[in-house]
C-alpha cells in the first residue's frame, strides 16, 4: 500500500470511529436528559443539599449525614442501573418507586 492510500485509510478509519463516539455521546446526553430521570437526579441533589446543611447546622450528627448520602447514593446507582438496561430511559413505575424512595429519605432527614 502506498504512502497516500495508508494516509487516506487511517483518517477514513479514524473519521468512521469519531462519528460513532459522536452517535453514541449523542445518546447519553439524550439519555441523561430523560425527563424521568432528570426529575429522580434533581431529587437526588437536592437530598444531598439538604444533608448537608443539615449536617452544617448541627441537626445530624457525622455518622447519620454519611448513612442518608450512602442511602441517596443507592437510590442514584439503582436509578443508573436501571436506565443502563433500557437504553438510557426508566419506566413510569420505576420513576415513582424511586421517588417513594427518596420520599422517604427525605422524611428522615431533619429540616
Known amino acids: 500500500m502506498t504512502r497516500f492510500k495508508t494516509t487516506i485509510a487511517i483518517v477514513f478509519a479514524a473519521l468512521t470511529l469519531g462519528a460513532g463516539i459522536a452517535s453514541a455521546s449523542a445518546e447519553t446526553r439524550f439519555a441523561d436528559a430523560h425527563p424521568r430521570r432528570a426529575e429522580v437526579l434533581a431529587r437526588a441533589r437536592v437530598e444531598n ?35 443502563r438496561h433500557q437504553g438510557g430511559k426508566i419506566t413510569r413505575r420505576e420513576q415513582v418507586r424511586l421517588n417513594h424512595a427518596e420520599t422517604r429519605l427525605d422524611r428522615r432527614t431533619p429540616g
Not at 446543611?53 to 442518608?68: F, H, I, K, S, V
Open 49 to 83: 443539599h439538604r444533608i448537608a446543611e443539615a449536617r452544617r447546622e448541627g441537626a445530624l450528627t457525622g455518622a447519620e449525614a454519611r448513612r442518608l448520602r450512602e442511602r441517596n447514593g443507592e437510590i442514584v446507582r439503582r436509578e443508573q442501573r436501571l436506565a
